[in-house]
């Protein structure tokens, strides 16, 4: 067992929670930075009052929150932001000084303290630019600042670019992971912005599925576990430092399929029976800015070579994981089942 510390900002959040209860297993000192109290963190409520856990109620703006939850820790992993597509478009300010400010004071301390950082950005950086597989080094593509849709996007790609500058100016190890939709037991599920998420509200409700357009649009889904795995890679891994990896796994499916999948499932779980599903359009979902892309499916080369990662989970796998988890354990609760 290792005596180390490493710090997790947004640990309170859906990759965030899972991340910090698999480092804490491996015997690590987990420090946990979120702004949501700890009667909020449903997902990591039962590692409170453990000595090894330590909760920070405090906000990644405000330095000397992240010198306090920082301290000691020999890897920040700062995955603190605000998140989805429909969240930043209402409100871009607080968007870009939420990311920007954090980010400067996450990598102003682990200069200080000789910390590595891992940044979790995100594949919305690639924009709309019309390519299968998307690879690190492929172009960004977005509309100017006037088009509210890729304030997340240019933001993360800021973040990004202030830890390879930190990097190339003061020798600070610091990974980039750009990740691909994520899914499992206990992501965002009072207010869901991503689909899976979305199809497994509606099930609980009975309710049918709503699937965006034609549902011809396809997507690629990262069960948790394997999300956190590459992340734990990107902090471990020599080579890695002052890099971008994909972390994702590059299974395609349409969304319609998904949908399909997962009636299935649920059915053969008795949780459902003939819901079917009705076509919506993105803006009764997302609000009338959103624009929809076609497909998205991560390069993993560089991450299988450099890393050594690949995700273990099928799709198929992890959504029976997942909504069995539902099944048996209900939503969580703030009080409630973790993990
Ligand atoms: N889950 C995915 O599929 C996915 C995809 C792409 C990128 N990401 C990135 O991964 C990270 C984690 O995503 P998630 O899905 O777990 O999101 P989440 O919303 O569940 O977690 C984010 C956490 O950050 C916290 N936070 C936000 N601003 C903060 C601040 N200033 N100080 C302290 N805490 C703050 C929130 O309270 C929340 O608990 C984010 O950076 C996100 O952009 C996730």
Known sequence: MSERAVCVTGGAGFVGAFLSRRLWQEGW???????????DGALVADLLGHPRFRFVRGDATVRRDVEDAAAGAEVIFHLASVVGVGTTIGDPVRTIRNNIDSMLHVLEVARRQKSKVVFSSSADVYG????????????NLYAGPHVRR????RVKSLEEQLC??????????TVVVRYFNSYGYGMDYDSPRRVIP????????GRPLEVVGDGNQTRSFCYIDDMVQGTILASEVRGAVGEVFNIGND???SILELARKMLAIAEE??????LGWRHVSSGQLYGEEFEDIQRRVPGLAKSRRVLGYQPRIPLDEGLRRTLRAYRDHGVPQPAGVAG
């Open 29 to 39: 000192h987990v420090s946990v930075l979120d702004c949501c109290g700890p009667e």
């Open 128 to 139: 709309i630019l019309d390519k299968v597989p998307l690879n690190e080094d492929d172009d």
């Open 150 to 153: 890729w304030v997340y996007a």
């Open 164 to 173: 390879f500058e930190y990097h190339r100016r003061y020798g600070l190890p």
């Open 198 to 205: 979305l199809f497994v509200k509606s099930i609980l409700e």
């Open 251 to 253: 299974e395609e499916i």
């Open 269 to 274: 779980l008795g949780m459902a029976k003939g």
